[in-house]
C-alpha cells in the first residue's frame, strides 16, 4: 500500500507567480486535507476535502489560494500572486472517512 | 476555541532514560479526539496514536505509553528506555466530531544523546 505523495517535493517561485502543488492520497481514502507548516509550528489546516466536496476552508486561507479535487482522488492546491510570506512547507493528508490522517512528505515552498 | 499547548519545546535526554511529552488541550465539545504524531529530521509526520474522548484508558505499544486524562484536560505521552532513533518534533493535536480539521500544537523537539 503506498501512501499519501506530493509533487513536487521543492518549488522556488519569484514573488507574483502563481504555483500549483499536488496530491495523491492513498487509494482507498475518501478524505484529503491540505495543512501548511512554518519553521518551529505545528501544521495548520487550510481545507479539506470528502471525495470530490470542499467540506471546509479555514478563514485564515487568503482569496489566492484554491484547491480541488475534481474526481474525488488527486488534489490540486493553487496559490496566486505569491508573496513571501507564503514560504512553508505544504502538507497533504488523507484519511478514511474522518479516521487517523496519515500525512505526505509536503511540498516545501520558497518565495523569492 | 479549541486549542492544543505542548508547554516543553526542546527536551534533552541520555539514551535510555524514560521521558514524558506534556499535553494540554482545551475544547467546549464532549465528543473529540486526541492525537499524537512524530515528524523525524526527514521531515513527514508519522501517525502515532488517535483516542477518542470517550476512552479514557492508558494505552501502551512497545516503549511508547499515553496518559489521557479528562479532569486535567492532558493527553501525556511518555517513551520508555529512549532510543538515539527516537530523536524527532512529537505534536499532539486535537479534532473536534464536528470537523475533521487537527488542531496541531507547537510541538515538542526530543533530542536522544548516545
Known amino acids: 500500500d503506498t501512501g499519501v505523495s506530493q509533487d513536487p517535493r521543492h518549488k522556488i517561485t519569484k514573488r507574483g507567480q502563481n504555483v500549483t502543488f499536488r496530491c495523491d492520497p492513498i487509494?482507498?481514502?475518501?478524505?484529503l486535507y491540505w495543512y501548511r507548516q512554518t519553521l518551529g509550528q505545528g501544521p495548520e489546516f487550510l481545507t479539506y476535502?470528502?471525495?470530490?466536496?470542499?467540506?471546509?476552508k479555514s478563514r485564515l486561507l487568503s482569496d489566492r489560494f484554491s484547491a480541488e479535487r475534481p474526481k474525488g482522488s488527486f488534489s490540486t492546491l493553487e496559490i496566486q500572486r505569491t508573496e513571501q510570506g507564503d514560504s512553508a512547507m505544504y502538507l497533504c493528508?488523507?484519511?478514511?472517512?474522518?479516521?487517523?490522517?496519515?500525512f505526505g512528505p509536503g511540498t516545501r515552498l520558497t518565495v523569492t | 476555541a479549541q486549542k492544543v499547548t505542548q508547554a516543553q519545546t526542546e527536551i534533552s535526554v541520555v539514551e535510555k532514560e524514560d521521558v514524558t511529552l506534556d499535553c494540554v488541550y482545551e475544547t467546549r465539545d464532549t465528543t473529540y479526539y486526541l492525537f499524537w504524531y512524530k515528524q523525524p529530521p526527514s521531515g513527514e509526520l508519522v501517525f502515532l496514536i488517535r483516542?477518542?474522548?470517550?476512552?479514557?484508558q492508558n494505552e501502551i505499544s512497545g516503549r511508547y505509553s499515553w496518559n489521557f486524562q479528562k479532569s486535567t484536560s492532558s493527553f501525556n505521552f511518555t517513551i520508555t528506555a529512549s532510543q538515539v532513533v527516537d530523536s524527532a518534533v512529537y505534536f499532539c493535536?486535537?479534532?473536534?466530531?464536528?470537523?475533521?480539521?487537527?488542531?496541531f500544537g507547537t510541538g515538542t523537539r526530543l533530542q536522544v544523546f548516545p
Open positions: 493528508a488523507s484519511s478514511f472517512s474522518g479516521y487517523e490522517q496519515y
Open positions: 493535536a486535537l479534532s473536534e466530531a464536528r470537523t475533521d480539521k487537527l488542531i
Open positions: 483516542r477518542n474522548s470517550f476512552d479514557e
Open positions: 476535502f470528502q471525495n470530490e466536496a470542499q467540506l471546509e
Open positions: 487509494s482507498e481514502h475518501n478524505r
